[in-house]
């Protein structure tokens, strides 16, 4: 998979129905209104290439709530790029 940027994450997590909801010490939170699950990650330039666990984590939360399976994120990630 190409490098994938925070901005890029941040849009995908938009698209499948997730907002943020603030910032906690230098971490943007994400809220999904329909699960109620949470993504989190720094508050880091939008052009910055996510950390490979930041990435894991947002990828288990949405399997784990039934939002989008590994392989339709990984691929919404791609298009986004």
Do not use: C, W
Not at 37 to 42: E, G, N, Q, R
Not at 55 to 74: E, H, K, T, W
């Amino acid at each position: 998979m190409p490098e994938v940027t925070y901005g890029q994450l941040e849009e995908v997590l938009r698209a499948l129905g997730f907002s943020l909801r603030g910032i906690v010490k230098q971490n943007k939170l994400y809220r999904h209104e329909g699960t109620g699950a949470v993504v989190s990650f720094p508050d880091l330039p939008a052009d910055d290439p996510v950390m490979q666990h930041h990435l894991v984590a947002a990828r288990m939360a949405l399997d784990a709530n039934g939002i989008a399976d590994p392989l339709y994120f990984a691929d919404q990630l791609q298009k986004a790029s």
